[in-house]
């Protein structure tokens, strides 16, 4: 029980949806009037990595255990609603794991574990998704933990553990720069998912775009941070891009199903204008 919170170890047919040594740390961090700290849980997950052979530096290990160990961590996120403090319990945790004293070891050609080896590839990997079901019940949970899944790794991005800059551009353009029907799953999903990009990490994205409004990107980033079909602009992230998110945020946010994702999307229109209006004004 994370703070009202069940975590659950296994998918209902009984695979593995969170390691088990890793959901017994977890699980007993984030129940209710825990006394475990956050930098207690990540020693306790670090000591579960295999050990480098006597004498070596390097860790000799194919990425099948930290693959295991963050889709752990992505597992537990995706069972916790984005604005639980179990979620912020857990980035806490992640971020003293990147804390821990340098030992010298080094995996993947990572610093273990202050570089988290291997976390990139995994949270790259989850962006191919989210699954598709014919179950409207099914499809509604397998939203849910896409929203949940981003919010985390917004977090994660807002307390300067991971600095995945391109992601949420992918995501605001999945969802602000191409078009879906009014009042789909579909359409709050996308929404939803952005939203979480400006409510935990935007005053990253802000700042960068304060910074260097008019960057200048290879020929191969100028391709991966191009538009969308509705968005002829320049690429990346550019004051004239931000405008047009906001302005999209507020026309989709009447197309919503739900009031929830309507207001969700206001407000990111919101929180973006006002940031516009501090940082980018001259």
């Known amino acids: 029980m994370a703070d009202g919170i069940e975590l659950q170890q ?11 040594n890793v959901f017994d740390i977890f699980n007993d961090y984030l129940r209710p009037g ?6 207690q849980t990540a020693t306790a997950i670090s000591q579960l990595a295999p050990k480098p052979s006597e004498g070596e530096t390097t860790l000799d290990v194919d990425d099948g255990f930290f693959f295991g160990l963050w889709e752990s961590v992505i597992g537990v996120a995706e ?11 857990l980035v806490r945790a992640v971020r003293e794991l990147s804390l821990l004293p340098k030992s010298g070891t080094t995996a993947w050609e990572s610093s273990l574990w202050a570089d988290l080896p291997v976390l990139g590839l995994v949270f790259r990997e989850y962006l191919n998704g989210p699954d598709q079901s014919d179950s409207e019940e099914e499809q509604a949970q397998i939203d849910q933990a896409w929203v949940r899944f981003h919010a985390f790794s917004a977090k994660l991005m807002g307390a300067g553990v991971v600095h ?24 709050d999903r996308t929404l939803t998912t952005a939203a979480m990009y400006i409510e935990y990490a935007g005053p990253v ?18 391709r991966i941070l191009m538009g969308g079909s509705l968005f002829s602009g320049e690429p990346g992230l550019r004051p004239e891009r931000w405008a047009f998110w906001i302005k999209r ?25 006002v940031w516009s209006e501090k940082r980018l004004k001259k």
């Open 10 to 20: 296994k998918y209902q047919d009984g695979e593995a949806l969170i390691q088990e």
């Open 79 to 89: 069972q916790i609603p984005h604005d639980h403090p179990a979620q912020d319990k």
């Open 205 to 222: 994205l802000i700042e960068t775009l304060a910074a260097n409004p008019e960057p200048e990107l290879s020929d191969e980033f100028r």
């Open 34 to 39: 825990s006394s475990v700290s956050a930098a």
């Open 164 to 187: 995945f800059i391109n992601q949420p551009i992918w995501m605001l353009r999945e969802a602000l720069e191409e078009s879906y029907p009014a009042k789909s799953a579909t359409l």
């Open 249 to 273: 945020f507020n026309e989709e946010a009447e197309n919503t199903g739900s009031e929830e994702a309507k207001e969700t999307a206001l407000r990111a229109a919101r929180l973006m204008q």
